[in-house]
């Protein structure tokens, strides 16, 4: 039983987590996939996403090519963090979890 609680209470720091994350990068909750029993959220999703954000911001032609790069940069060191905090720490939970 208490090792069931512990679980529960792991998987909820794990999701307060990823949402954390996903609100800095802007990405909206409800199109994020999230599935803990299997962790369905892959590196892939997430690099689509700032793929799509980078290309919107890039046709904005009101900001200079030196702004555009200093974004991007800034938007994929940010992304890949978060990607491997998150599969980490749901890694760790899920295999927890499994015990």
Known sequence: MHHELTAVSAVIRVQTLICISFTKLNIHLERAFLNFSGYSLTATQLQTNATKRLRQFRNRS?????????????????????????TLVAKSTLSYRSK
């Open 62 to 86: 009101h900001f200079s090519r030196d702004a555009k790069r200093i974004y991007e940069k800034t938007y994929y060191s940010h992304a890949s963090s978060v990607v491997s905090t998150v």
